[in-house]
């Protein structure tokens, strides 16, 4: 599975982006999916993952109530809506495919190479 994460971008604090992760190569409809970030200087934390029904979701405490991750198997791709965005919130963004210890630990199979979120006070 390769995997494109695309949509990241320069905002200012309380704006809305959408990160998009297209996924080819395999179909990625019996993959449970997530995104990670990580800030400068900083290891890579989880941020949201999603069963590959999307019939379950999971959240880092830091964005619950601001990001909603989705997907659309027919599309093969991954969505991460993030609203009223923080200053904290800046870092690369990375999707994920392939969960190997559980979603919160980043061990995965296949990984996207990353887009910036940087988002101004």
């Known amino acids: 599975v390769q995997l494109q994460a695309s949509g990241g971008g320069l905002v200012q604090a309380g704006d809305s982006l959408r990160l998009s992760c297209a996924a080819s190569?395999?179909?990625?409809?019996?993959?449970?999916m997530g995104w990670f970030r990580q800030p400068s200087g900083k290891e890579r934390e989880f941020v949201a993952a999603i069963s590959w029904s999307a019939a379950s979701t999971r959240y880092a405490d830091s964005v619950k109530n601001r990001f909603t991750i989705s997907r659309n198997n027919a599309k093969s791709t991954l969505y991460l809506q993030m609203n009223s965005l923080k200053p904290e919130d800046t870092a690369v963004y990375y999707c994920?495919?392939?969960?190997?210890?559980?979603?919160?630990?980043?061990?995965?199979?296949?990984w996207g190479q990353g887009t910036q979120v940087t988002v101004s006070s």
């Open positions: 994920a495919a392939g969960p190997r210890k559980g979603w919160g630990t980043a061990e995965y199979d296949y």
């Open positions: 190569g395999r179909t990625i409809n019996r993959i449970d």
